[in-house]
Each structure stands twice: as structure tokens, then as C-alpha cells.
């Protein structure tokens, strides 16, 4: 399973950017994804978690870091298997690698993978 996640730079406050998070050799159909971010010295955080979804539906529940709530909005193309963040009005709070976890659902254990993250940096 690979997972390659792109879309980082450097913005100024206020910018927009969209994150997306590329997924192949994942075997099983239905998955949940967290987008999760590291600032530097700080400890990795959640930022969204998108659940009750799998790759031949559309629908999809998330829940989103409050700070966050409002200007993130997570999506995804499962013909393309990636998921997206698209991320508006960034704050400078809102630095650090961002990070794709996928995880399977409904599998005798749980089958979690991480990718290398992606540097999203908002300063003036």
C-alpha cells in the first residue's frame, strides 16, 4: 500500500490550498481516513477524520478539529482513489506537515497506513 500525499507550500495568511492524499494497492473496499498535522515541537493532531465511507460510494461523515471547523473541507474521487483537503482562509496556526492516514474497516484487524506528509507553511 502506497500512499503519496501533495498540494503543501507556502502561502500567505488567508491563502487556500488543497491537499491531496493518492492511494494505491489498498485491497479492501470500504476505509477511513484522518488528516492529521505536525507543527514543529508539537505533537501530531488531528485535523479531520472522514469515516462510514468506502471506494463505490459517494457518501462519506467527517468530524473536524474545531479550530478548523468552517474553512477545511475534506473530499474525494474514488475512481481516482484520492482524497482531498481543501483548506481556505489559512492561518499562520495552521503550519506543519500534514499527513494522510488510511486505515481498513470491516477487517478481522485493522490495517493502517501512513504517508510521508506533505509541509504547509502561512506566514506574512
Known amino acids: 500500500v502506497q500512499i503519496v500525499e501533495s498540494g503543501g507550500g507556502s502561502v500567505q495568511p488567508g491563502a487556500s490550498l488543497r491537499l491531496s492524499c493518492v492511494i494505491s494497492?489498498?485491497?479492501?473496499?470500504?476505509?477511513?481516513l484522518r488528516w492529521y498535522r505536525q507543527a514543529p515541537g508539537k505533537e501530531r493532531e488531528l485535523v479531520v477524520h472522514m469515516f462510514n465511507t468506502d471506494f463505490t460510494s459517494a457518501g462519506f461523515s467527517t468530524v473536524y478539529e474545531d479550530s478548523v471547523k468552517g474553512r477545511f473541507a475534506a473530499d474525494k474521487d474514488n475512481a481516482k482513489k484520492t482524497m482531498y483537503l481543501q483548506m481556505n482562509d489559512l492561518k499562520p496556526e495552521d503550519t506543519g506537515r500534514y499527513y494522510c492516514n488510511l486505515y481498513s474497516v470491516g477487517t478481522v484487524q485493522e490495517n493502517n497506513y501512513w504517508g510521508q506528509g506533505t509541509q504547509v507553511t502561512v506566514s506574512s
Open positions: 494497492g489498498f485491497p479492501w473496499n470500504r476505509y477511513g
